[in-house]
């Protein structure tokens, strides 16, 4: 083998080990061999040695001893890594866990991964109940309010193949994926936002919106959430939308200059 196959061989790998990390959302904390197989679709003897590997150097580890794996604090200090040297999220923490504060909710700002939405910033109010949530959770695009908004704000020669890939992974639940969308693409043409209610977390809500920033025009989602045992939807859109939107603008304003696609 010469070394551009070496290297390659090795990207690859390191493109596999992120790809099982990545694995680990914000719904469940712990993960077995079958489930990150599943979520990967990776061979399951890649995935056996992948987790091998990275319990060996310290970012996986298993729980309690048995079959089940979750991040461990070489992995999390990755995370921790990108909120110290990412410029996008400092300038947006500000707003964000002020916004946070004034409506006591959860609020974060994601990008696509694959069929997913993954956070890049995330703020709460003190007492918020929420998910275990935070920079780097993933959630699924076609349930979330989050990814909704996202899929809404796409050119449609991008929109129609995306959701295509979510109907064909939704299997047997693509006629309700598809009445939801529908649904939600209608609430953002009339009132600029989309809500999702129950769908993720039992008497959870989310409330999002698209929003385009920095030189790249670089479209993200912006989204408030949090857990109510009674969820009075109209009151929580009379509370939230002026908000969110005001609070759209004004990361919309403070990343003009910014290229938000490094």
Partial sequence: MNRSDTQK??????????????????????????????????????VSRLTTTLISIGYLRRVGGGRQFELSAGALSIGHAYLEANHVTRLVNPVMQKLAD??????????????????????AGVKIATLRLGVGSLLP?????????????????????LIAALLE?????????????????????QSGVCMSVGEYQRNAYGIALP????????????????????????????????????????????????????
Avoid at 169 to 188: C, E, M, P, T, Y
Avoid at 229 to 256: G, N, S
Wanted: with cysteine; aromatic share 4%.
């Fill in 141 to 161: 695009m076609e349930s979330t309010a989050v990814g909704r908004a996202y899929l809404y704000a796409l050119p449609e020669e991008e929109r129609e193949p």
């Fill in 211 to 262: 929003i385009v920033v920095g030189r790249s025009r670089t479209l993200m989602a912006l989204n408030c959430g949090a857990v109510e045992l009674e969820v009075d939807m109209a009151a929580i859109r009379r509370r939230v939308i002026p908000e969110l939107k005001a609070a759209a603008d004004t990361l919309t304003f403070i990343l003009a200059d910014v290229d938000c696609a490094a």
């Fill in 169 to 189: 992974a939704a299997g047997d639940d693509a006629d309700k994926v598809r009445r939801n969308l529908d649904v939600a693409f209608a609430d953002l043409q």
């Fill in 9 to 46: 061989g090795v990207t690859l790998t390191v493109e596999r080990g992120l790809e099982v990390l990545r694995a680990f959302r914000a719904a469940r904390a712990s993960l077995s061999n079958a489930e990150l197989v599943r979520r990967t679709r990776l061979p399951k003897a890649t």
């Fill in 102 to 123: 004034k409506l006591d909710l959860s609020v974060a700002l994601a990008v696509p991964h694959h069929l997913d939405m993954l956070y890049v910033a995330w703020r």
